[in-house]
Protein backbone atom coordinates (compact mmCIF):
# COMPACT_ATOMS: atom_id res chain seq x y z
CA UNK A 1 0.00 0.00 0.00
CA UNK A 2 2.59 2.50 0.62
CA UNK A 3 6.77 1.96 0.44
CA UNK A 4 6.83 2.08 4.07
CA UNK A 5 7.89 -0.36 6.42
CA UNK A 6 5.50 -1.00 9.59
CA UNK A 7 6.48 -3.53 12.26
CA UNK A 8 4.01 -4.33 15.19
CA UNK A 9 6.26 -5.55 18.09
CA UNK A 10 3.80 -7.01 20.03
CA UNK A 11 3.48 -11.04 20.30
CA UNK A 12 -0.03 -10.61 20.81
CA UNK A 13 -2.75 -12.57 18.50
CA UNK A 14 -5.23 -10.32 19.36
CA UNK A 15 -3.50 -7.44 17.89
CA UNK A 16 -2.12 -9.34 15.35
CA UNK A 17 -5.78 -10.40 13.95
CA UNK A 18 -7.28 -6.63 14.52
CA UNK A 19 -4.41 -5.17 12.05
CA UNK A 20 -4.90 -8.14 9.52
CA UNK A 21 -8.52 -7.73 9.79
CA UNK A 22 -8.13 -3.86 9.30
CA UNK A 23 -6.06 -4.54 5.75
CA UNK A 24 -2.58 -3.35 7.51
CA UNK A 25 0.20 -4.55 6.20
CA UNK A 26 3.08 -5.57 8.63
CA UNK A 27 5.52 -7.66 10.11
CA UNK A 28 6.16 -8.90 13.82
CA UNK A 29 9.52 -8.58 16.12
CA UNK A 30 9.00 -9.26 19.86
CA UNK A 31 10.39 -6.25 22.22
CA UNK A 32 12.59 -7.42 24.33
CA UNK A 33 11.88 -5.27 27.70
CA UNK A 34 11.97 -6.11 31.01
CA UNK A 35 8.40 -5.37 32.11
CA UNK A 36 8.95 -5.58 35.42
CA UNK A 37 11.55 -3.20 35.85
CA UNK A 38 9.38 -0.41 34.03
CA UNK A 39 6.12 -1.51 36.40
CA UNK A 40 8.91 -0.90 39.23
CA UNK A 41 9.48 2.80 38.64
CA UNK A 42 5.67 3.80 37.83
CA UNK A 43 2.82 4.86 39.88
CA UNK A 44 0.95 1.59 40.40
CA UNK A 45 -2.15 4.16 40.73
CA UNK A 46 -1.50 5.61 37.43
CA UNK A 47 -2.44 2.23 35.05
CA UNK A 48 -3.27 4.27 32.56
CA UNK A 49 0.22 5.70 32.41
CA UNK A 50 1.58 2.48 32.58
CA UNK A 51 -0.26 1.09 29.82
CA UNK A 52 0.99 3.83 27.79
CA UNK A 53 4.74 4.08 29.02
CA UNK A 54 5.03 -0.21 28.64
CA UNK A 55 3.76 0.34 24.38
CA UNK A 56 6.48 3.27 24.09
CA UNK A 57 9.34 1.18 25.73
CA UNK A 58 8.27 -1.41 23.65
CA UNK A 59 8.54 0.87 20.46
CA UNK A 60 11.68 2.04 20.99
CA UNK A 61 13.41 -1.47 21.68
CA UNK A 62 12.46 -2.25 18.38
CA UNK A 63 12.97 1.18 16.68
CA UNK A 64 16.61 1.05 17.65
CA UNK A 65 17.29 -1.48 15.86
CA UNK A 66 15.63 -0.54 12.87
CA UNK A 67 15.04 2.49 12.46
CA UNK A 68 13.75 3.44 9.11
CA UNK A 69 10.54 1.31 10.17
CA UNK A 70 7.73 2.83 12.04
CA UNK A 71 7.38 0.54 14.84
CA UNK A 72 4.33 0.24 16.86
CA UNK A 73 4.09 -0.65 20.35
CA UNK A 74 1.20 -1.62 22.97
CA UNK A 75 0.48 -2.78 26.10
CA UNK A 76 -3.06 -3.37 28.65
CA UNK A 77 -3.21 -2.70 31.78
CA UNK A 78 -5.92 -3.53 34.03
CA UNK A 79 -7.35 -1.58 37.07
CA UNK A 80 -9.61 -3.12 39.96
CA UNK A 81 -9.84 -2.03 43.58
CA UNK A 82 -7.65 0.67 43.29
CA UNK A 83 -4.72 -1.42 42.37
CA UNK A 84 -3.30 -2.92 38.94
CA UNK A 85 -3.43 -6.34 38.21
CA UNK A 86 -1.00 -8.54 36.40
CA UNK A 87 -1.54 -11.65 34.43
CA UNK A 88 -2.56 -14.60 36.41
CA UNK A 89 0.30 -17.08 37.13
CA UNK A 90 -1.80 -20.32 37.10
CA UNK A 91 -5.74 -21.21 36.46
CA UNK A 92 -6.04 -21.40 40.30
CA UNK A 93 -4.86 -17.60 40.76
CA UNK A 94 -7.13 -17.04 37.31
CA UNK A 95 -9.79 -18.86 39.04
CA UNK A 96 -9.54 -16.68 41.99
CA UNK A 97 -9.01 -13.18 40.56
CA UNK A 98 -12.21 -13.62 38.64
CA UNK A 99 -14.40 -14.44 41.51
CA UNK A 100 -13.12 -11.19 43.20
CA UNK A 101 -13.89 -9.39 40.04
CA UNK A 102 -17.48 -11.27 39.79
CA UNK A 103 -20.01 -8.62 40.26
CA UNK A 104 -17.83 -6.00 40.19
CA UNK A 105 -16.42 -3.10 37.41
CA UNK A 106 -12.84 -2.79 36.84
CA UNK A 107 -11.19 -0.57 33.93
CA UNK A 108 -8.75 -1.61 30.85
CA UNK A 109 -6.20 0.96 29.88
CA UNK A 110 -5.19 -0.29 26.04
CA UNK A 111 -1.58 2.09 25.56
CA UNK A 112 -0.20 2.17 22.44
CA UNK A 113 2.84 3.99 20.72
CA UNK A 114 4.78 4.55 17.38
CA UNK A 115 8.08 5.16 17.12
CA UNK A 116 10.79 6.07 14.32
CA UNK A 117 14.52 6.33 14.13
CA UNK A 118 14.68 5.14 17.89
CA UNK A 119 12.07 8.40 18.69
CA UNK A 120 8.33 8.22 19.93
CA UNK A 121 6.48 10.05 17.49
CA UNK A 122 2.79 9.62 18.85
CA UNK A 123 1.36 7.74 21.84
CA UNK A 124 -2.08 7.34 22.99
CA UNK A 125 -4.38 5.60 25.28
CA UNK A 126 -8.01 4.19 25.53
CA UNK A 127 -9.83 3.00 28.48
CA UNK A 128 -12.95 0.34 28.85
CA UNK A 129 -15.32 -0.12 32.09
CA UNK A 130 -15.89 -3.53 32.29
CA UNK A 131 -18.89 -5.16 34.55
CA UNK A 132 -18.68 -7.90 35.41
CA UNK A 133 -22.31 -10.08 36.51
CA UNK A 134 -22.65 -11.77 38.92
CA UNK A 135 -21.86 -15.49 37.65
CA UNK A 136 -22.56 -19.17 39.42
CA UNK A 137 -19.09 -20.82 40.69
CA UNK A 138 -20.33 -23.62 38.40
CA UNK A 139 -20.24 -20.90 35.20
CA UNK A 140 -16.81 -20.06 36.89
CA UNK A 141 -15.68 -23.74 36.71
CA UNK A 142 -16.61 -24.68 33.02
CA UNK A 143 -15.37 -21.66 32.01
CA UNK A 144 -11.89 -22.37 33.32
CA UNK A 145 -12.01 -26.00 31.86
CA UNK A 146 -13.24 -24.60 28.42
CA UNK A 147 -10.40 -21.76 27.43
CA UNK A 148 -7.95 -23.35 29.99
CA UNK A 149 -3.93 -21.76 29.86
CA UNK A 150 -4.82 -19.86 27.20
CA UNK A 151 -6.30 -17.80 29.71
CA UNK A 152 -3.06 -16.75 31.24
CA UNK A 153 -2.11 -14.73 27.81
CA UNK A 154 -4.53 -11.88 28.96
CA UNK A 155 -4.38 -9.60 31.87
CA UNK A 156 -8.21 -9.75 32.91
CA UNK A 157 -8.03 -13.80 32.29
CA UNK A 158 -10.52 -13.43 29.66
CA UNK A 159 -11.47 -12.96 26.01
CA UNK A 160 -14.18 -11.13 25.11
CA UNK A 161 -14.17 -12.21 21.39
CA UNK A 162 -14.46 -15.87 23.15
CA UNK A 163 -16.46 -17.44 25.95
CA UNK A 164 -15.11 -14.38 27.96
CA UNK A 165 -18.60 -12.65 26.70
CA UNK A 166 -20.42 -14.50 29.12
CA UNK A 167 -18.63 -12.70 31.80
CA UNK A 168 -20.12 -9.73 31.76
CA UNK A 169 -23.12 -7.96 31.88
CA UNK A 170 -21.97 -4.72 30.41
CA UNK A 171 -19.22 -3.28 28.62
CA UNK A 172 -18.47 0.77 28.16
CA UNK A 173 -15.63 1.60 25.62
CA UNK A 174 -14.73 0.75 22.40
CA UNK A 175 -14.20 -3.50 21.36
CA UNK A 176 -10.91 -2.80 19.93
CA UNK A 177 -9.77 -1.04 23.07
CA UNK A 178 -11.02 -4.43 25.23
CA UNK A 179 -9.26 -6.60 23.11
CA UNK A 180 -5.76 -4.51 23.67
CA UNK A 181 -5.37 -1.83 20.98
CA UNK A 182 -6.87 1.57 20.67
CA UNK A 183 -7.52 0.81 16.95
CA UNK A 184 -8.78 4.09 15.43
CA UNK A 185 -5.83 6.24 16.68
CA UNK A 186 -3.81 3.99 15.79
CA UNK A 187 -4.94 3.39 12.30
CA UNK A 188 -5.44 7.82 12.03
CA UNK A 189 -1.38 8.07 12.95
CA UNK A 190 -0.59 5.41 9.98
CA UNK A 191 -2.59 7.54 7.86
CA UNK A 192 -0.96 10.71 8.98
CA UNK A 193 2.45 8.90 8.71
CA UNK A 194 2.03 7.33 5.03
CA UNK A 195 1.89 4.05 5.80
CA UNK A 196 -1.69 3.50 4.83
CA UNK A 197 -3.62 5.85 2.35
CA UNK A 198 -5.61 8.61 3.35
Known amino acids: ?6 ILASKSAARRAMLEGAGVPFSIQVADVDEDAVKAGHDPADAAGLAVELARV ?13 VLG ?5 AFAGGLVSKAPTLDAARARLAAMRGQVHQLHSGAALARNGQVVWSGVDTATMRMRGFSDGFLDAYLAAEGEG ?5 GSYRLEGMG ?8 GDYF ?3 GLPLWPVLAELRRAGVLAT
Open 58 to 70: KALAVSRHDPEAW
Open 177 to 179: TVL
Open 151 to 155: LLASV
Open 74 to 78: ADQTL
Open 165 to 172: SQLFGAVE
Open 1 to 6: MSGERF
